[in-house]
Nanobody, 119 residues
Framework: VQLQEWGPGLLKPSQTLSLTCAVY??????????WSWIRQPPGKGLEWMGV???????YYSPSLKSHTSISRDTSKNQFSLQLSSVTPEDTAVYYC????????????WGKGTLVTVSS
C-alpha cells in the first residue's frame, strides 16, 4: 500500500486548506481500515486530526472539529482534508496514513507535504 498526499504549499491566513491523499495498492472501502490525517508543526510532535472509515464515517480531533472536514472519492480511491480559516499555527507537515481499525495503529504513511500559512 502506498499513500501520496498533495496540496498547496503556501496559504494566507483565513484561507481554506485542501489536501488530497491518493491510495495505491489497496481500496479505501476495504472493511476494517480507516484513513487518517496527521500533522506535525515545526519543532513539535505529531497531532492527529481526524479519520474517515471504510464505510464513510468520520471522526475528528475535538480541538480541530469546528473547522476540519474529511471526505472521500471512492471512484478515485482518494480521501481529502479541508481545514478552514487557517492561521500561521496551522503551518505543518501534513501526512495521510492508513489505520488498522477505528483506533488501531497506523501502518502505512504518505511522505508528507509541507503547508505554510503566512501573509
Amino acid at each position: 500500500v502506498q499513500l501520496q498526499e498533495w496540496g498547496p504549499g503556501l496559504l494566507k491566513p483565513s484561507q481554506t486548506l485542501s489536501l488530497t491523499c491518493a491510495v495505491y495498492g489497496g481500496s479505501i472501502t476495504t472493511s476494517y481500515y480507516y484513513w487518517s490525517w496527521i500533522r506535525q508543526p515545526p519543532g513539535k510532535g505529531l497531532e492527529w486530526m481526524g479519520v474517515i472509515g471504510y464505510e464513510g464515517s468520520t471522526y475528528y480531533s475535538p480541538s480541530l472539529k469546528s473547522h476540519t472536514s474529511i471526505s472521500r472519492d471512492t471512484s478515485k480511491n482518494q480521501f481529502s482534508l479541508q481545514l478552514s480559516s487557517v492561521t500561521p499555527e496551522d503551518t505543518a507537515v501534513y501526512y495521510c496514513a492508513r489505520v488498522q481499525g477505528r483506533r488501531g495503529g497506523m501502518d502505512y504513511w504518505g511522505k508528507g507535504t509541507l503547508v505554510t500559512v503566512s501573509s
